[in-house]
Structures are given as structure tokens and as C-alpha cells.
């Protein structure tokens, strides 16, 4: 009995380290699946923190797209407005020089008309080339009164010289011809004038007269066209 003793307490021992061992085991298990609880919420954590990043991310590349969008219309805009922008103020630059002065040149003569001078005169001109004298002598005339200082008022005593002709109101084509003459002798329309002159002359019967002019018209314009008709008029009132 005595040599089974120590037995029996080694024994005791071994039992003692053995559930030390396994509750030291135990121990270990446990915090390996604390750590694997913690790694795994961790793990959980950071992928609802890349989701969460990634819906971020999606709602930025969304907003910059709305962005590109209203930069793109905002830029459509711009453009269309420079475009009305330019078209109004070329609108008013073209309404602008129609009451503007307008560079006009007549028998070799440059003035400044203004648009509507130019087209009181034109107008004028139209109704003598469709054959209406009446209606010439009176635009002409209306012109003249409008516009006492137009550089237009040369050709006016030439073209109502015509009209009044045209109309065999012949004094008054006479003292109209001679207005031109004698205000405006280098005019290219001075020949012509003088060369209507006798011609209103020879359809009053004025024989006399008309030589005179015609003399006129040969000393002071030798090189004309009208001097060369005149040459031939004159030779036939001889």
C-alpha cells in the first residue's frame, strides 16, 4: 500500500496539467474566434465602407454628367444668344444706314446723299422714262423744293429740261437748261443742254436764236458729241 501512494499522487499531477492544457487549448480557441468574430466584422465594416464609397462614387459621376450636360446647354445657349446678339446689331446697323448719308457720284460730280433724297430722285427719274411728262415735271419740281442743296439739283435742271420739252412747254425747258449751264459749265451734261436749247428754239421758230446757241455750243464745246450734232443742226438751219 505504501509503494502505491506516489503512484497514485503522480497521477493526480498529470490529470492536474491535463486540464490545464486543455482549458490553456480552450482559451486559445476562444480568442481565435474572438479575433476571426472581429476580423469578420471588420471585414463586414469595410465592404459596407466600399459600397457605401462606391454609391458615392456613382452619385458623383452622375452629378458631373448632369454637370457636362448643363455646361454643354449652358455653352448651346451662349451661342445662340452671340448669334442673335450679332444678328440684332447688324439689323441695327442696316436700319441705321438707311438714314445715314450715302456717298452718291452723278456726271462725274461725289456728294452725300441722304437714302431718302436718293430715292425721291430716283423715283423721279422712273416716272420720266416711262414717258409721263407731266408727272416728271411735278416729282422734279417737288424734289427741288425738298432738297434746295442736293448735288442732285445739276441733274435736276437737266432731266426737268427733258420733261418739260417732252411736255412742249418750251420757255420753260429753256430757262431749266440754262440753269445748268450757266451753274454748272463743266457738267457733261453742259453740252447737251446747250445743243436742247436750240432745239427748243427751233420748235418756237426761232431760227435766229437757235444759230446762236448752236454757236454757242461750238465755241465753248468743240470736242462734245452735242457739238457734232450741233455742226449738223446748224448746217440745216443755214
Given amino acids: 500500500m505504501l509503494l502505491a501512494a506516489p503512484a497514485a499522487h503522480a497521477g493526480l499531477f498529470d490529470d492536474d496539467e491535463a486540464r490545464r492544457a486543455i482549458l490553456d487549448l480552450r482559451q486559445r480557441v476562444q480568442a481565435g474566434e474572438d479575433q476571426r468574430r472581429t476580423l469578420s466584422d471588420q471585414v463586414d465594416q469595410l465592404r459596407r465602407s466600399l459600397l457605401d464609397l462606391n454609391n458615392q462614387l456613382e452619385s458623383l459621376r452622375s452629378d458631373n454628367a448632369k454637370l457636362r450636360g448643363q455646361n454643354e446647354q449652358l455653352a448651346r445657349d451662349l451661342s445662340d444668344l452671340q448669334v442673335k446678339q450679332k444678328d440684332i446689331a447688324q439689323g441695327v446697323d442696316d436700319r441705321m444706314r438707311k438714314f445715314e448719308p450715302q456717298p452718291v457720284t452723278v456726271d462725274g460730280k461725289q456728294f452725300t446723299a441722304d437714302p431718302e433724297e436718293k430715292?425721291?430722285?430716283?423715283?423721279?427719274?422712273?416716272?420720266?422714262?416711262?414717258?409721263?411728262?407731266?408727272?416728271?415735271?411735278?416729282?422734279?419740281?417737288?424734289?427741288?423744293?425738298?432738297?434746295?442743296?442736293?448735288?442732285?439739283?445739276?441733274?435736276?435742271?437737266?432731266?426737268?429740261?427733258?420733261?418739260?420739252?417732252?411736255?412742249?412747254?418750251?420757255?420753260?425747258?429753256?430757262?431749266?437748261?440754262?440753269?445748268?449751264?450757266?451753274?454748272?459749265?463743266?457738267?457733261?451734261?453742259?453740252?447737251?443742254?446747250?445743243?436742247?436749247?436750240?432745239?427748243?428754239?427751233?420748235?418756237?421758230?426761232?431760227?435766229?436764236?437757235?444759230?446762236?446757241?448752236?454757236?454757242?455750243?461750238?465755241?465753248?464745246?468743240?470736242?462734245?458729241?452735242?457739238?457734232?450734232?450741233?455742226?449738223?443742226?446748224?448746217?440745216?438751219?443755214?
Fill in 119 to 238: 430715292k425721291q430722285y430716283d423715283d423721279a427719274l422712273d416716272v420720266l422714262r416711262k414717258g409721263d411728262f407731266p408727272g416728271s415735271i411735278a416729282a422734279l419740281n417737288a424734289f427741288r423744293k425738298r432738297w434746295p442743296s442736293s448735288g442732285y439739283n445739276d441733274s435736276v435742271s437737266f432731266w426737268l429740261g427733258n420733261a418739260l420739252y417732252g411736255a412742249r412747254q418750251y420757255p420753260q425747258a429753256i430757262a431749266s437748261f440754262r440753269s445748268l449751264v450757266t451753274a454748272a459749265p463743266d457738267s457733261p451734261k453742259a453740252p447737251e443742254a446747250l445743243l436742247a436749247i436750240a432745239n427748243c428754239q427751233a420748235e418756237m421758230k426761232d431760227r435766229a436764236a437757235a444759230r446762236r446757241t448752236l454757236d454757242e455750243l461750238l465755241r465753248q464745246y468743240p470736242q462734245s458729241e452735242a457739238a457734232q450734232a450741233g455742226r449738223d443742226r446748224l448746217a440745216a438751219l443755214k
